[in-house]
Every structure is written in structure tokens, then in C-alpha cells.
């Protein structure tokens, strides 16, 4: 690099001396294109062009350049000014043709070779007419025919004469290097190799040194590609390719730290390829478990990258496995608004209408989200993932069978496939998975298992597919399974967070808090940022009695993610249980917000109206929750509280009448438990003597199995009340005072 930097300088002072040599220009920019500066390079031969227009060395060289920077339009155009003004040029018209044969432009590559066929008079110009044979067959998808041309290119190139040893190297060279670039697309990666290692021993450049490092990859030739990119470092520190390639290595051997490093190197260079370089990067931290890291590694590289597409998707992929859904819904703003004027890929336009799909359906507003997911359907019928989104979604809002539909309609689709690149094979998963789980919605159990087990027949769904089948098991009640299921995850991943998730179900739903607790924690340790995590370990601390932990558990889940309104619910119910009853009225309101299509915060609003006294507007407010998705959990018990404010109704009317016999006490003691002021104790001590009085009115008689019963009824209430407000020593009072007159009732009966 020093002698180099130094010709460039020795070139500069020639140019000084004779300003109007124009040789002296090009050697100058031949030097600065080895220092890979190309723009230099440019603003040198335009200074030369400047002097001489038509000169056939300047032009083309600066064809040569702009080919090297793939501005294949104006190579083109500079290849056809040397052939404007030297028609008989065949190395030019030969280069031509190889272009127009590389962007696809088929006929006028033909028309070249035609007219340049007379031309050819040597075996240099043979060799290079072979070779644009087989760009030809390469751009028309022939690759077997393509390899038979360079072949025979290389052969020429081998066996004939040339100007020079250099001259016949060269062409030795290309032939090597364009044939085995086309056993990368046959998947010849043995003749690759042996092409780039006949490239080496030619020439041991640092591209062809990485060339050998590529195939060995491709080989898993890991210790072969190590020590070809530390020999194509050797010769040139500075290329970033080849430290982004060193770092795939070590990725694959499982060195991620040393990769992590190699990768960094590249970034370095800033190099227009460090996309690459960050995908390393974020996956070995993947592979690390240091997820702190991951989010932040992508914020950096499309900070960097800002243009990369291939870093945007994952980027806002990354935000949407982590439910990031308030930064995501900025991102999407942003990126539509940055690719507003510029043409971008349909798969690009689709993945961004399946992302806001998602914030749709994550607010409960499933409507937008089935016109979204529709849009980026339309917009690329093979976004997969965005089918088995919307599939998913219809089985999780209550429509299973219409996402089975669309699940089905992907699996087939994919099963229909020859071969699957990595994404569709994710997306074949994923859709099995969702399919299976619309199954098992259905009832379908063993159609559920087959797809879980089909799911786990692929490299990468082995967990995801035991995850799945636990929560089947889960779902159905078969805990002890569930448990197995998920206790044989763990062995083979202890950082599986929705086992840990499972786990603590099983635990939570055998009343075993404390195990459950430390699943969540675990849960919590892998994943910090899903809500989910925080929510179920709210539920364990207040299964353990520890209620201003649990409060503090559900406060970070709405932190994360607003729309979990079962937190919301929670600490509403913490609330009212501490008598708090505007805070408690605040959170029942913030989870209608959250999810105004579930019945639950509708139901904890009629909970605070019916422990204020607001009667009716606990009526009208359960009326709201019984037509809203009502989970089964709460169905009855929500029937239960109907049928209690429906008695409410009834008993008001004795609130300000004076009792004459025993259902009148009965109805008036009722109707002051129900019907009060908030905090207003003394109704307990008039409830408590309209108690008395019906006891009293028994004594003598022999009451009536209804007069038992509404006796029993009053005094339940009565002690919900007392136990509410732990005036205990009342409550005991109450509860001796019945258990009294059922004993006088059993021994009476037991005379008769």
C-alpha cells in the first residue's frame, strides 16, 4: 500500500511537469484503483478526457471503473463511444457484449457477438468470445450449457497462444473465476473449490484468496476458510468483505465472541457491504443469550444503514417478537414516510401492511386488521407470514374455523413447494403450528398433535412444536403432561421461556405459588421485555399473599404493554378489596381501554358499582360485559352477580318502609346491604337487626325450608360485608347468632 501511495504521488508530480501527457493520467488512476479509490480514480481520467476525448486507454478504463462500481449504463455508454470512434475494436465490442449480457439485455449481447465475430483473430479474443457465450447461456438461466463455454474458454485459454505469460493468466483467470461463480448456482461447491484453488495458484490475491474461503464455507471446510481469509487478510487488512466472511466462520464453529470481533473489524472499514456485518453480529448475541444487546445492536445498524431494507425487516421484526408495539407503530410511521417517494419492493410494501396488521389487532381493533392483513396479501400473495398472521388472529378473537381455512390454504400452498428456502420453510412451521392450535380450538385434538408432531420434524420447530403441544395438554387440562412436556423442553433448553411460561401455569393452577413464581422468573430473565412474563408473576406473588409486590408486578406489565388489561383488572381488584374505590374505578376504565372487546373489565366496572351501592349501573354495565367475548372462567360467575343485582332491584322498594313480618325484615335487610352510601357502616348494625328480627319471629315455630334458606341468605351477606371491612368482632356475633338458630332448627326437627 506504501509503494502504491507513493506512485501515486510520483504520477501527480509528472502530471505537474507535462500536463498534457495523457498515459500519465491513466497509470495514475490505475494506481488509485488498486487503493480501491474509485472516485479519484474517475475525477483523474475526466481531467485526462479533458485533454484527449477520444482516447481509446482513458475510455476504456473509465468503462472498466464504472463496471467495477456496477453503473452498468454508463460503462455502456463509454464502451459505445470507443466503438463510435474505433468500430474495429474487438476487445471493447467483447466487453461490451459480457455487459449487456450480465444486466439481462440478451438480443443486443447477441447482436454484438455477431458483429464481432469477423473480428475475432487470436486466442485471447477466442477465449473472451467463449466466455460471452456463456454470460449469454448464464442469463438465460442454461447454466450447464454456460460451464460448457467457459470450459472451453478456459481451454483456449490454457493451450494457446498470447502476447504475453501475463496476457494468458489473465485470461486463465476470468474463465476460472466466471465458472466458478456458476457452480455457486448449481451447487458444484466441490468444482468451485478446486477452481478457486487453481485461482490461487495462479495468482494468491486477496480475492482470490476469499474466493477459496467461500467455497470451503459452502463445504464446511470451516479450518480450509479460516486460513484463506487469514491469508486474504494478510495481503489486504483493510477489506471488510473479508472480515465479515471470517466472522461467518467463526459463527458457524460456534466461536461467537471471536465472530462478534471479526464482524466489528468490518464495521470499522465502514464498508457499503456492513449490513452483513451487523446480521453477524445480532445473531451470535442471539446465540450468546445476551438479548440486552440484540435490540440495541439493530437500533445501531439501520442507524447506520438506513437505506437497508434487509435491516429494516428485521429490525421491525425484532420489535414485533419483543411487543414493542408503541415503538413499532413509530417505526412504520417513520419508514413509510422515508420510502414515500422512492420505489421499493413488493415485499418490502407487503411486510409493512402485515406490521400494522399486527398493531391493529394488538389494540383489539380486529376490523383494521383484517383489511390490512388483506392489503399485504394483495399486495404479495407469498407473504406468508402475513397469512399465518391473520389466520392466527381469527382463531385467537374467537373464529377458529375461519383460521383454519386460511392456515390450511398456506400449508398446502408450501407443502406444494419442491424445496424450501429458510424463510419458507419458517413460515411452513409457523403455519402447522398456527394450524394445529386452530385444531385444537376446535376440539380437534389429534388432528392438533400431528400438526405439532410435523412441526417438530423440522430443523428449528423441535421446541416450538413441545411448546405448542404443552399448552394443548395445558388447555385441556391434562397438567401432569403439560408439566412432562415442558420439564423435557427445559432439559434440552433451560432459556426456553414459554416452558418456564407453561411450567408456571401447571404450578399457578395446582395452587403451588411458589413454584410458579420462580417459572415467572425465569420467564422474566429471558424475555424482560414481554408483559406477559410480569403479569403471570403478578398472579403467583397474589396467590402468596403478597399483595404490594403483585401490585408492583402488574404496574411493570402495563409499563411494557398497556393493552394486557388483565393487569389493569387486577389491580383494580387489589384496589377495591382496600376499600380504594375511585382507584379501583380508574384501572377498570383503563382496562376497557386496553381491550374494549373482553367482558372482564366490564365485569370488575360492575364489581365497583355494586360494592358503592350504584345498583342499575352495575346492571347496565353487566349487560355491556354479557355481550362482549366472555372467557368461560367468568360466564357463571358473572350469571351469578346478574342474578344478585336482579334481587337488589327487588328489595329496594323496602329501603324506606317499616317492616310488619318476616320476609319484610328479610327484603329491608337485603336492601340496606345493597343499597348505601360508600363507607356507610352503620348499615350493618340496621342489616344486623333485621337479621335479629326474622330469627325472632322463628322462635316457637317451626319455620319453613324457605324461611331457612332466606335467613341463611341474609346472614352470607351480611358477613361478605363484615369480612369485607374486617369488623370481625360483628362478624363473629352474626355467625354465632345463626349458627344458634340453625342448631335450635336441627334439634327441634330431630324432636319432632
Not at 498470447?162 to 493468466?169: R, W
Not at 442507524?303 to 421484526?317: H, N, T, V
Not at 421499493?344 to 392483513?373: I, W
Not at 403467583?540 to 383488572?569: K, M, P, S, W
Request: aromatic share 8%; with cysteine.
Amino acid at each position: 500500500m506504501g509503494d502504491l501511495s507513493g506512485a501515486v504521488e510520483d504520477f501527480t508530480k509528472s502530471i505537474v511537469l507535462d500536463p498534457k501527457f495523457t498515459d500519465t493520467y491513466v497509470n495514475k488512476a490505475n494506481a488509485l484503483l488498486r487503493l480501491e479509490q474509485n472516485q479519484p480514480a474517475l475525477q483523474v481520467l475526466a481531467r485526462a478526457l479533458e485533454i484527449d476525448p477520444k482516447n481509446r486507454r482513458v475510455l476504456r478504463l473509465r468503462m472498466h471503473i464504472f463496471a467495477r462500481m456496477s453503473e452498468c449504463d454508463r460503462s455502456l455508454a463509454d464502451s459505445a463511444r470507443v466503438l463510435e470512434l474505433y468500430p474495429e475494436d474487438a476487445d471493447t465490442r467483447l466487453e461490451r457484449a459480457s455487459l449487456l449480457a450480465e444486466v439481462n439485455r440478451v438480443e443486443e449481447a447477441k447482436q454484438e457477438l455477431d458483429r464481432v465475430r469477423p473480428l475475432v483473430s487470436n486466442d485471447n479474443d477466442r477465449s473472451r468470445y467463449q466466455m460471452t457465450l456463456g454470460f449469454i447461456a448464464e442469463a438465460e438461466k442454461d447454466y450447464p450449457k454456460a460451464i460448457e463455454y467457459l470450459s472451453s474458454a478456459l481451454k483456449i485459454a490454457q493451450d494457446g497462444e498470447f502476447e504475453s505469460k501475463k496476457t494468458q493468466e489473465s485470461a486463465i483467470l476470468v474463465s476460472l473465476e466466471k465458472r466458478s461463480r456458476l457452480y455457486l448456482n448449481t451447487l458444484d461447491f466441490g468444482k468451485g473449490l478446486a477452481d478457486a484453488e487453481a485461482m490461487v495458484a495462479i495468482r494468491p490475491s486477496a480475492f482470490n484468496w476469499s474466493v477459496v474461503a467461500q467455497f470451503a464455507c459452502f463445504l464446511g471446510k470451516n479450518d480450509r476458510a479460516i486460513e484463506a481469509y487469514t491469508e486474504a487478510l494478510r495481503i489486504k487488512p483493510d477489506n471488510a468483505l473479508s472480515h465479515t466472511g471470517l466472522a461467518l466462520v467463526y459463527k458457524e464453529r460456534g466461536e461467537y465472541e471471536k465472530a462478534i470481533e471479526s464482524a466489528k473489524h468490518a464495521l470499522r472499514l465502514k464498508s457499503s457491504d456492513g449490513a452483513s456485518a451487523w446480521l453477524v453480529i445480532i445473531d451470535c448475541y442471539g446465540r450468546l443469550g445476551r438479548s440486552d444487546e440484540i435490540l440495541k445492536s439493530w437500533e445501531r445498524a439501520v442507524e447506520e444503514f438506513p437505506d437497508s431494507i434487509l435491516l429494516i425487516q428485521g429490525y421491525l421484526r425484532q420489535l414485533s417478537l419483543r411487543k414493542l408495539h408503541a415503538k413499532l407503530g413509530q417505526e412504520l410511521k417513520y419508514y413509510r414516510k422515508h420510502f414515500a417517494e422512492r420505489e421499493v419492493p413488493n415485499e418490502f410494501q407487503s411486510l409493512l401492511e402485515m406490521y400494522q396488521a399486527e398493531l391493529h389487532e394488538q389494540r383489539g381493533e380486529t376490523d383494521q386488521a383484517a383489511k390490512c392483513y388483506e392489503k399485504a396479501l394483495e399486495i404479495n400473495p407469498n407473504n406468508y407470514p402475513a397469512a399465518v398472521g391473520y389466520g392466527s388472529m381469527k382463531t385467537n378473537y374467537g373464529d377458529p374455523a375461519g383460521g383454519l381455512a386460511i392456515l390450511d390454504k398456506v400449508v398446502k400452498a408450501l407443502e406444494g413447494l419442491e424445496s424450501y428456502d429458510a424463510d419458507q420453510r419458517h413460515a411452513f412451521g409457523n403455519a402447522l403450528l398456527n394450524r394445529g392450535s386452530s385444531f385444537s380450538a376446535l376440539g380437534r385434538v389429534e388432528e392438533a398433535l400431528a400438526d405439532f408432531a410435523r412441526a417438530e420434524a423440522l430443523e428449528g420447530f423441535e421446541l416450538f412444536a413441545a411448546e405448542q403441544r404443552a399448552t394443548l395438554l395445558l388447555g385441556r387440562g391434562r397438567i401432569d403432561e403439560a408439566m412432562a412436556e415442558t420439564r423435557q423442553v427445559l432439559k434440552t433448553n433451560p432459556s426456553s421461556a414459554v416452558a418456564s411460561n407453561i411450567l408456571g401455569i401447571c404450578h399457578y393452577q395446582r395452587q403451588e405459588y411458589a413454584d410458579a413464581l420462580k417459572c415467572f422468573e425465569q420467564y422474566i430473565k429471558v424475555q424482560p421485555w414481554d408483559a406477559n412474563g410480569y403479569m403471570n408473576k403478578g398472579n403467583a406473588l397474589r396467590g402468596l399473599d403478597r399483595i404490594d409486590e403483585a401490585l408492583v408486578a402488574y404496574y411493570q406489565t402495563i409499563n411494557i404493554n398497556f393493552r394486557v388489561q388483565g393487569a389493569h383488572t387486577y389491580i383494580g381488584h387489589i384496589y377495591l378489596q382496600r376499600q380504594e374505590y375511585e382507584k379501583a374505578k380508574e384501572k377498570y376504565e383503563d382496562a376497557i381501554k386496553a381491550r374494549p372487546d373482553l367482558a372482564e373489565p366490564y365485569f370488575g366496572l360492575a364489581l365497583y358499582y355494586i360494592r358503592t351501592g350504584k345498583v342499575e349501573e352495575a346492571i347496565k354495565t353487566l349487560e355491556v360485559a354479557s355481550k362482549k367475548t366472555v372467557a368461560p372462567f367468568l360466564a357463571r360467575t358473572m350469571q351469578q352477580q346478574w342474578n344478585i343485582m336482579q334481587l337488589a332491584l327487588r328489595v329496594r322498594p323496602m329501603l324506606d318502609k317499616t317492616p310488619s313480618d318476616f320476609m319484610e325484615h328479610y327484603k329491608k335487610g337485603m336492601a340496606l346491604l345493597f343499597w348505601f352510601e360508600v363507607n356507610d357502616l352503620t348499615r350493618f348494625a340496621k342489616a344486623e337487626n333485621e337479621l335479629n328480627a326474622c330469627i325472632k319471629l322463628m322462635e316457637g315455630k317451626e319455620p319453613s325450608e324457605q324461611e331457612v334458606r332466606v335467613i341463611g341468605t341474609l346472614a352470607d351477606h351480611l358477613r361478605s360485608g363484615l369480612t369485607e371491612f374486617k369488623l370481625y368482632e360483628r362478624l363473629l356475633r352474626v355467625s354465632l347468632k345463626v349458627l344458634e338458630f340453625k342448631i335450635h332448627e336441627k334439634r327441634r326437627a330431630a324432636l319432632a
